[in-house]
């Protein structure tokens, strides 16, 4: 009896120690902080995964993001009828584009308002709301509220600014563009999964985020480089600085043009989108060539190719360049990034899953209209979104979440051998 008493003690001890250092505030999750001066921002992702099952249109209402752009991210189906309103099912992880500034000389996004609904504390916003991207002692010290306890109610209404994290890094990644994905570290996530996941290396994660070791700690938030596609466009374009991460796409025109990254290089392409009734002339001028058409006609000194490319938003005006040349052979027809539906279910099998205490955010936008003939072709079936696993993390992670139901059992055997241990005495 005295063996298994002390197995259970030591078992005990263990415990005790994983409850006091998960006890909310006892370890302060590490973010990557990027110095910075003046207001320049960059294009950035958030790594988000949802709380409950949510609207297209209220995830991105919570992010104050576009539907159709929040879905573009992902390469899912932007241009299908009532695509705002499709449910996203619980559990799923999207990656959300937002606008990194310079903030008080550190890079992150605060362009994220959030009222507060009943039963709200500033734990749920942070932890269940926004999934770990921030912390109750950054949504207080942001919003200049008084020390409180995290769990105390919040007035309904109230509004609160919620900072993100977010890099830019120049947009580069070893002199390389890349967009940066703010990802929060799960149970069970590894450096080296998570870096194999985004098809990048373990150093490379660590010297992003300045780490001296590849540990990270669930609730770290990492900074993982994404290759990507860039633009040229004038600085009087509104879209000066597009960059557009691989796998994916990028509205942009006012929803006029859409441009993809990859798969096969990473070479922007833009083509017409066509979500809104009306947009500008998308002619290259002294031509009948429309943007992204490329006509080829051989020739015995090899292919004469003529292209319709996108300049840039200027003024309300969709600039167009006409390019020619000969190539050695005639090009094929362009590859795009796969469009997918939106996911109707997710694996929870050994999931873990932020609190679901807090209220769903408010739903906002309509319908997108259908796109025109000359978009991608939607493919059917089963979805997983890239570089995602069912395991609500990178691909290879396994979640230890089932643990945490065990602490209970083990101390309850602990103080009956206590019990036992006295009565012989």
């Known amino acids: 009896m005295a063996g298994v008493c002390g197995s259970v003690a030591a078992a005990a001890a263990m415990v005790v120690v994983v409850m006091v250092s998960s006890l909310p505030g006892s370890v302060e999750a590490k973010t990557t902080i990027e110095p910075c001066t003046g207001s320049d921002s960059c294009s950035a992702l958030l790594g988000y995964t949802l709380y409950a099952d949510m609207k297209v249109s209220e995830v991105a209402a919570l992010f104050g993001t576009d539907p159709a752009a929040l879905l573009a991210a992902n390469a899912l189906d932007f241009g299908a009828p009532g695509a705002a309103h499709r449910i996203l099912p619980m559990g799923l992880f999207v990656r959300v584009p937002t606008r990194c500034s310079c903030t008080d000389g550190v890079r992150k996004s605060v362009s994220v308002r959030y009222a507060a609904r009943p039963a709200d504390?500033?734990?749920?916003?942070?932890?269940?709301?926004?999934?770990?991207?921030?912390?109750?002692?950054?949504?207080?010290?942001?919003?200049?509220?008084?020390?409180?306890?995290?769990?105390?109610?919040?007035?309904?209404?109230?509004?609160?600014?919620?900072?993100?994290?977010?890099?830019?890094?120049?947009?580069?990644?070893?002199?390389?563009?890349?967009?940066?994905?703010?990802?929060?570290?799960?149970?069970?996530?590894?450096?080296?999964?998570?870096?194999?996941?985004?098809?990048?290396?373990?150093?490379?994660?660590?010297?992003?985020?300045?780490?001296?070791?590849?540990?990270?700690?669930?609730?770290?938030?990492?900074?993982?480089?994404?290759?990507?596609?860039?633009?040229?466009?004038?600085?009087?374009?509104?879209?000066?600085?597009?960059?557009?991460?691989?796998?994916?796409?990028?509205?942009?025109?006012?929803?006029?043009?859409?441009?993809?990254?990859?798969?096969?290089?990473?070479?922007?392409?833009?083509?017409?989108?066509?979500?809104?009734?009306?947009?500008?002339?998308?002619q290259c001028s002294n031509s009948n060539v429309l943007l992204g058409n490329v006509s080829a006609r051989s020739t015995s000194a090899g292919c004469n190719v003529s292209s319709c490319s996108y300049g840039g938003f200027v003024n309300g005006t969709i600039t167009t360049l006409l390019s020619t040349g000969l190539q050695s052979r005639c090009p094929g027809p362009h590859q795009f990034p796969e469009l997918t539906e939106p996911p109707t279910t997710v694996n929870h099998d050994s999931t873990f899953l932020p609190p679901l205490s807090a209220p769903g955010p408010a739903e906002a936008g309509g319908a997108i209209p259908p796109p025109n003939s000359g978009s991608p072709s939607v493919q059917g079936g089963s979805f997983t979104l890239p570089k995602v696993s069912t395991a609500n993390g990178p691909a290879g992670s396994v979640s230890e979440a089932p643990w945490m139901n065990k602490p209970h059992q083990i101390l309850s055997s602990f103080i009956l051998c206590l019990l036992l241990l006295y009565s012989q005495m």
């Open 121 to 282: 504390t500033l734990a749920t916003v942070a932890d269940g709301v926004f999934a770990g991207l921030a912390s109750a002692d950054q949504i207080r010290n942001a919003n200049a509220l008084a020390s409180a306890d995290p769990d105390a109610p919040l007035d309904p209404g109230q509004k609160l600014v919620v900072p993100l994290p977010c890099v830019c890094f120049n947009s580069s990644d070893n002199n390389l563009p890349a967009v940066y994905l703010s990802y929060v570290v799960q149970v069970g996530d590894t450096v080296p999964a998570i870096a194999a996941s985004y098809e990048t290396t373990v150093t490379d994660v660590m010297n992003v985020n300045a780490m001296g070791s590849p540990i990270a700690a669930p609730g770290d938030i990492l900074a993982i480089p994404l290759p990507a596609c860039t633009s040229a466009f004038p600085k009087s374009a509104s879209d000066h600085g597009l960059i557009v991460a691989n796998g994916t796409y990028a509205l942009t025109a006012g929803n006029c043009v859409q441009c993809s990254c990859g798969p096969g290089n990473l070479n922007l392409y833009c083509t017409p989108a066509s979500l809104t009734g009306s947009c500008p002339s998308m």
